[in-house]
Each structure stands twice: as structure tokens, then as C-alpha cells.
């Protein structure tokens, strides 16, 4: 059974720092996509950042670019994310994900993976 279990959520103050990790177990392959989503009570699950295998290529949201960054370690199935700069409205449960492939059309999309992690809180307090 192939699962994704996420660590490192947490409580911080603005201007803080979180470090997410990922590992996913049970399966024989290596993931060719990592992503991370979140989400917030009453919305849609949210893209933050994606990671891809060929040359460790990287899109981030917006809303994150230049305080977060991904990073993976395709060979240990592992898929990191380091938040910088928190700021409240980071306020989500974070969730990883893992795909089988990457579609620039649809890296975006939480149907664009197969795999998912249960979520970790982080929560910024102001």
C-alpha cells in the first residue's frame, strides 16, 4: 500500500520559518512529480509548489514564490518544503503529492496526482 507520510507542521510567528517533509512508502518507483497543496476550511485545496525529476525543474504559486522552495530527493522518496517568511494568510493544512508523470498544462491541479499525504497543520500567528 503506497502512502505518503508528512512531518514538520507546526505553530509559528510571523516572519518565521517551517521545514515540511515527505516520504512516500510501499511503492517500488520513484515518483516523477512531487507537489505540495493547501488548503483552508470552506476552500479548494490550493498549489503551492511542484517538483519535477527530469533536471529537478520547479514551479511555485504566486503567492510563495521567493519564501518557499522545494526541493526532493527522488532516489530516497523524499520531498521537502522550506517555508520562509511566514506570514498568517499561510495559515493551511499542507498537503504533499505525488504524481506519475508532468503535464504543464495540469501540474497545477490536485488531479494531476496520484498519491496523497494525510496534511499537516501550520498555523502563523500574527
Known amino acids: 500500500q503506497v502512502q505518503l507520510i508528512e512531518s514538520g507542521g507546526g505553530s509559528v510567528q510571523a516572519g518565521g520559518s517551517l521545514r515540511l517533509s515527505c516520504t512516500l512508502s510501499g511503492s517500488t518507483d520513484s515518483p516523477y512529480t512531487w507537489a505540495w497543496f493547501r488548503q483552508i476550511p470552506g476552500k479548494e485545496r490550493e498549489f503551492v509548489a511542484v517538483?519535477?525529476?527530469?533536471?529537478?525543474?520547479?514551479n511555485y504559486a504566486g503567492s510563495v514564490k521567493g519564501r518557499v522552495t522545494i526541493t526532493a530527493d527522488f532516489s530516497e522518496n523524499t520531498a521537502y518544503l522550506q517555508m520562509n517568511s511566514l506570514q498568517p494568510e499561510d495559515t493551511a493544512v499542507y498537503y504533499c503529492?505525488?504524481?506519475?508523470?508532468?503535464?504543464?498544462?495540469?501540474?497545477?491541479?490536485?488531479?494531476?496526482?496520484?498519491?496523497w499525504g494525510q496534511g499537516t497543520q501550520v498555523t502563523v500567528s500574527s
Open positions: 503529492a505525488a504524481g506519475t508523470y508532468y503535464s504543464q498544462r495540469n501540474y497545477h491541479l490536485p488531479n494531476h496526482y496520484a498519491y
Open positions: 517538483i519535477v525529476r527530469t533536471d529537478s525543474v520547479t
